[in-house]
């Protein structure tokens, strides 16, 4: 049954007679054919003008033959009956009955013919009004007179019909063309078989073409898939747990996109009027492809298997719409008059880029194969341009050619062209998967100009520069009586050659082109597999790794704390070595200084002045020169303190002690910026920062602190009023009373001798008093040695404490860090024995049995597995070797 031409009219046609509303799912072949049966059955019973209760009985038993009681199907034969006997759809051969009858088959329609006898006998013979309405509807039928007495033969007894026409009749009713349909269709014409005339006949081997091959590659190809698809979700899995990069899943992805096994491309390639289209037609086995002698298809049309009927016009602008059959034929095809005239442009006035035409019920599309037509590879030059663009990614073409004028120089040329196309734009070797077809083989009438075509064909495309690879790659078949044969259900030599070039390509397809697709794909899921599993070992390796760096580092923090304990002692035996030769400096400076101490006092006494009037006031006198002495031996002791003692005693040995303290610091501070780096912390800036703070007035203060600790010493300070200064005032005071007395002085001559004193007891109580200010001296130059070795302590011992939180941090990281490893190398071990298993599947399923499935079928094809031997009208299944 021609499923396309089922459409809204017919529906709504089926659901006006049933009184139900029904939908395009619903007007299933079975309800389709009982109508038709319905109506033909009630047409009988009516034309004698009077029903019989055995014709009712009669009526309901053969309807029931299609259905089980209780059932939808049952149901809707009752309300067909009582819809049909309502509208008399049955002397009503208008277009809505028509319409109920164009997508019968003409076994279908023969079927229908021999109920209408079967009913018409139910009396005991055929009534001749009945005879006459069962010829009017065989008429409307479109079946043939002489079909009709053969069927008529079985029921009332006929002298004269040709013995052909019944072997016609026979391979009609073939239960074999009603395979596919529910059991009462095929059972039916195996009874009517057997009431025919009897004649004895074997008819030519049958093979029926199924493309099991085909359809066992597409399983393979659907289970590849599958496991394709468990590889994605196991590569998503592991990238969820950070176990592979995304370009990973992403390569895995584009593979999976781009495994398009499921389908094989067929191009149907030539120029116009070659009958592309009925070829094309003949491949579907039905009358899908609008066919004219003038140039006919406009258009690139590509037709693939689909869940349901529905045809998809795409347009150049990239809009798209899905329209009905009627428009199809329309769309995809040239209009007439531009046809007509030739060339012209308006071949072109189309915007449609492409027509996808989906079926559910097409073989070929149906085992995995989309078919493109083409428009005439010389009908116009925007055309030719179409056709090439799609010749890109095909796995076969198919080049068509009238045998009775076969390539022409025009198909020469196109065939040398097609040939680089196929082979990457290289000339250098014959095209493995284009096929050459020489069509309307039925127009050429004699053997020998059968041997002249082939001969004309193979002398080219095998010649100097081969154009195919083998014989198997030329074909010769009628592609329209290839086309009658399989919509009739006979079988005759082109039927026989079209069979044998459908085989052709499905060996191609099946044993070349899909062979190498399955290997491609298998080799490329393995590599795939192979880097998934070595980065997740890798990545095994990456995460045991970072547990023994964190143990690594652990070990290397426990060394850091030792050192840093040990540049501490290093810094305070430095200090106490650098004070030692300082303080020895610092001796032998300060005895040389004592020693021309006395010759320097008594030259800066010249320089002594009054502020007062000395003149009757000795104790004033002897004031004013105490504290010029006093003045004066503060500025020696500064001069010593500045030139001598903090210039090269206290500062060399500060600054050797500095540059010690900067090293050390700076050895810590690096390793610290090593762990910033490693372990993304800023430890090292914080010991930057107190670094800086120590070394910023390491000199500065202790300069400061040597001259304090001197006056104090000698108590120049405010507020002390003991010590060197106020013992030397009254000792001096009391000297010279007994010497002098503390009357008015106005002589002064006595200024001098009374100056001398002030020196003399002034230098002998400093030098009592040196031994204290000396240790007073060292006092503070220890203090000041401390307090630069305290502030590297207090750094280092901030290094220490930074190491230990630090330390206590990696254990708990690793402690963490460990935990995690064990979980994730678990998956890692699960996900590569997944792995593993799916690759061992694909190479064991899909691989190694592909060949074997191959040579299996290979083996079966040397049988044509149907073949039909049919004596006095029995049919009986064997198989013949080739």
């Given amino acids: 049954m021609n499923t396309l031409l089922i459409g809204d009219k017919l529906v709504d046609l089926l659901s006006r007679i049933t009184g139900q509303k029904l939908t395009q799912r619903d007007a299933t072949q079975p309800l389709i054919f009982l109508a038709n049966l319905i109506i033909i059955l009630l047409g009988v019973m009516f034309a004698d003008g009077r029903v019989t209760e055995e014709e009712k009985k009669r009526l309901l038993t053969m309807l029931y033959r299609f259905s089980t009681p209780k059932s939808d199907v049952r149901q809707l034969t009752h309300l067909m009956i009582k819809g049909i006997k309502k509208n008399q759809l049955y002397s009503k051969f208008n277009n809505e009955v028509l319409a109920l009858i164009s ?16 009913m018409s006998a139910a009396s005991g013979k055929v009534n001749c009004r009945e005879q006459e309405y069962l010829e009017v509807f065989a008429k409307y039928l479109d079946v043939k007179p002489q079909h009709l007495l053969v069927l008529a033969a079985a029921f009332k007894p006929e002298k004269h019909f040709d013995k052909a026409v019944l072997n016609e009749v026979y391979m009609l009713l073939d239960p074999e063309l009603f395979q596919g349909q529910n059991t009462a269709f095929v059972k039916e014409p195996s009874d009517k078989v057997p009431i025919l005339p009897a004649k004895t006949r074997i008819t030519e081997p049958y093979v029926s073409v199924s493309y099991e091959g085909l359809k066992k590659f597409q399983e393979l190809s659907k289970q590849l898939n599958n496991y394709c698809q468990q590889i994605s979700q196991i590569v998503q899995a592991c990238y969820e747990s950070n176990f592979v ?152 073409a198919i080049f068509i050619t009238n045998a009775s004028r076969s390539l022409t120089q025009g198909e020469r040329n196109l065939l040398h062209e097609l040939k680089i196309k196929l082979n990457n734009g290289k000339d250098d070797k014959p095209a493995n998967n284009l096929f050459i077809v020489g069509n309307f083989m039925d127009l050429v009438r004699t053997e020998k100009g059968h041997e002249q075509v082939k001969q004309r064909i193979f002398n080219f495309v095998q010649g100097d520069n081969p154009i195919i690879t083998d014989k198997n790659r030329v074909h010769f078949i009628s592609g329209q009586a290839a086309l009658d044969a399989i919509l009739n ?154 030139n001598q ?5 206290l500062r060399e040995s500060l ?40 070394t910023s007035d390491f000199m500065k203060f202790s300069s400061i602190s040597i001259r304090n600790a001197l006056v104090v010493e000698l108590g120049q300070s405010i507020g002390i009023g003991f010590g060197f200064i106020a013992a030397f005032i009254a000792k001096v005071t009391a000297m010279i009373a ?54 590297a302590n207090r750094v280092i011992e901030q290094a220490i404490s930074l190491y230990e939180d630090l330390l206590q941090q990696q254990e708990k990281t690793e402690q963490e860090a460990l935990i995690k490893y064990n979980i994730s190398k678990n998956l890692i071990v699960q996900q590569c024995q997944e792995l593993s298993q799916v690759q061992n599947r694909i190479n064991t399923d899909i691989g190694l049995c592909y060949s074997e499935r191959i040579n299996k079928i290979i083996i079966e094809r040397q049988y044509d597995t149907k073949t039909i031997l049919m004596i006095n009208g029995k049919s009986t299944a064997v198989k013949l070797p080739k």
Avoid at 664 to 680: F, G, P, S, T, V
Wanted: net charge negative; glycine share 4%; with cysteine.
């Fill in 245 to 396: 990069p995304k370009d990973l899943i992403d390569e895995v992805s584009t593979f999976t996109k781009n495994l398009q096994l499921k389908q094989f491309r067929l191009a149907v390639v030539g120029e116009f009027s070659q009958g592309k289209s009925t070829l094309l037609n003949a491949l579907l086995g039905e009358e899908i492809q609008p066919t004219r002698e003038i140039p006919c298809t406009a258009t690139v049309t590509i037709l693939k298997y689909g869940m349901q009927k529905r045809i998809i016009c795409r347009y150049k602008d990239g809009s798209e719409e899905e329209i009905q059959f009627d428009e199809y034929q329309q769309k995809a095809s040239i209009f007439e008059d531009a046809a007509i005239n030739c060339l012209s442009d308006d071949l072109l006035n189309s915007q449609i880029e492409e027509i996808i035409f989906e079926h559910p019920d097409l073989e070929l599309c149906s085992s995995g194969v989309e078919i493109i037509d083409s428009p005439g590879l010389n009908e116009h030059p925007e055309l030719t341009v179409i056709t090439q663009k799609l010749l890109q990614n095909i796995d076969a």
């Fill in 103 to 118: 997508p019968l088959t003409q076994s279908e329609r023969l079927l229908l013919i021999g109920f209408g006898y079967e």
């Fill in 489 to 642: 259900g006979y079988e005759d030599e082109y039927r026989k050659a079209f069979d044998s070039f459908t085989k052709s390509i499905e060996s191609f397809l099946v044993f070349e082109c899909g062979a190498l697709k399955i290997e491609r794909a298998v080799n490329e899921a393995n590599r795939l597999i192979e880097k998934i599993i070595n980065t997740l070992e890798k990545t095994d390796y990456v995460l045991k790794g970072n547990i023994e760096i964190n143990q690594t580092e652990k070990q290397k923090i426990l060394e850091q704390i030792g050192e840093a304990s040990g540049r501490d002692v290093k810094i305070c035996m430095l200090a106490v070595e650098l004070m030692d030769q300082a303080l020895e400096k610092a001796n032998i400076s300060w005895n040389e200084w004592c020693e021309d101490l006395s010759e320097r006092m008594v030259s800066r006494s010249e320089n002594w002045y009054f502020k007062h009037n000395p003149i009757g006031n000795n104790k004033k006198l002897i004031l004013e020169y105490s504290q010029c002495f006093i003045k004066d031996l503060l500025d020696e002791i500064n001069e010593w303190n500045n």
């Fill in 645 to 649: 003692f903090n210039d090269i005693v």
């Fill in 655 to 694: 600054q050797v002690l500095e540059a010690n303290v900067k090293h050390e610091l700076n050895i810590i501070q690096a390793y610290l910026q090593q762990l910033d780096i490693r372990l993304d912390t800023s430890f090292s800036k914080e010991i930057e920062l107190l670094s800086r703070d120590i």
């Fill in 738 to 791: 007994s010497n002098f007395g503390l009357d008015s002085v106005d002589n002064e001559e006595f200024y001098n001798p009374i100056k001398m004193k002030v020196l003399e007891i002034g230098l002998e109580k400093f030098e009592e008093s040196i031994d204290v200010v000396y240790k007073k001296l060292y006092e503070n130059f220890d203090a000041i040695f401390d307090s630069k070795v305290e502030s």
